[in-house]
T-cell receptor, first 113, second 114 residues
Framework: TQLLEQSPQFLSIQEGENLTVYCNSS?????LQWYRQEPGEGPVLLVT?????EVKKLKRLTFQFGDARKDSSLHITAAQPGDTGLYLC?????????????FGGGTRLMVKP | DTAVSQTPKYLVTQMGNDKSIKCEQN?????MYWYKQDSKKFLKIMFS???????INETVPNRFSPKSPDKAHLNLHINSLELGDSAVYFC?????????????FGSGTRLTVV
C-alpha cells in the first residue's frame, strides 16, 4: 500500500503571510496531484505534476514534485482568506497500481483577514 | 452545468436499512470511482469502474455493491447499514484509468446511520 503523509495537518495564518505544505512518501509515484476541498463540496483538482523535479505555478501557488517522485510541496505566497480550505495531495501508483489515486490525510488551512 | 452529480446530498437512515446513492457524469469520461471520506477527512478508494467494468475493488464489506448501467452512471447500494458506515461518500470520474489526468469529484453524499 502506498501511503502519503501531509504536514502540517493544521495551519492558521494571517492574510499576507507565506506558507508551505508538504506531502511525503517512501513510495515512488507516477504522478502527484494537489486538490483543494471546501466544506460541503468535493475536492477540486489544482495541478498535476508528473516529472521528477517539475515545478508548476498557478498564480500565487507554486507546486513542486521531488526529484525522486516521492514527495511534493505546495507553496502559497501572500495568502488570502479565499485560500482557506482543505488541501489534499494524491499520488498515482506505478505498475498494477497505475490506475489508483492514493490520497494524503490533508492540510487544513485557515487564513485570517 | 454540473459535471459529476450525486443524489442525495444528505441521507439519514436507521441501522439495518438498505440504501442507494446515485452518481452521473456528463463529461464523457470512461472511468468512475467511489471514495469514502471519514470524519478525519481521509479519502479512501472503494471501487473503480472503466466502461462499465469493475477494475478496482478495495477491501470493502460485501454489503457495498456498485452498479454501472452505462459509463456515465455509477451507483452504490449498501445493504444492512451499520453505524460505522456513517461518512461522506464521493463519486468521481476521469477520462481514463491512468491517474495523471486527475479526477472530477461530485459534491458528496453525507450518510448518517442512527
Amino acid at each position: 500500500t502506498q501511503l502519503l503523509e501531509q504536514s502540517p495537518q493544521f495551519l492558521s495564518i494571517q492574510e499576507g503571510e507565506n506558507l508551505t505544505v508538504y506531502c511525503n512518501s517512501s513510495s515512488v509515484f507516477s504522478s502527484l496531484q494537489w486538490y483543494r476541498q471546501e466544506p460541503g463540496e468535493g475536492p477540486v483538482l489544482l495541478v498535476t505534476v508528473v516529472t521528477g523535479g517539475e515545478v508548476k505555478k498557478l498564480k500565487r501557488l507554486t507546486f513542486q514534485f521531488g526529484d525522486a517522485r516521492k514527495d511534493s510541496s505546495l507553496h502559497i505566497t501572500a495568502a488570502q482568506p479565499g485560500d482557506t480550505g482543505l488541501y489534499l495531495c494524491a499520488g498515482g501508483g506505478l505498475g498494477n497500481a497505475g490506475n489508483m489515486l492514493t490520497f494524503g490525510g490533508g492540510t487544513r488551512l485557515m487564513v485570517k483577514p | 452545468d454540473t459535471a459529476v452529480s450525486q443524489t442525495p446530498k444528505y441521507l439519514v437512515t436507521q441501522m439495518g436499512n438498505d440504501k442507494s446513492i446515485k452518481c452521473e457524469q456528463n463529461l464523457g469520461h470512461d472511468t468512475m470511482y467511489w471514495y469514502k471520506q471519514d470524519s478525519k477527512k481521509f479519502l479512501k478508494i472503494m471501487f473503480s469502474y472503466n466502461n462499465k467494468e469493475l477494475i478496482i475493488n478495495e477491501t470493502v464489506p460485501n454489503r457495498f455493491s456498485p452498479k454501472s448501467p452505462d459509463k456515465a452512471h455509477l451507483n452504490l447500494h449498501i445493504n444492512s447499514l451499520e453505524l460505522g458506515d456513517s461518512a461522506v461518500y464521493f463519486c468521481a470520474s476521469s477520462p481514463e484509468t491512468q491517474t495523471q489526468y486527475g479526477y472530477t469529484f461530485g459534491s458528496g453524499t453525507r450518510l448518517t446511520v442512527v
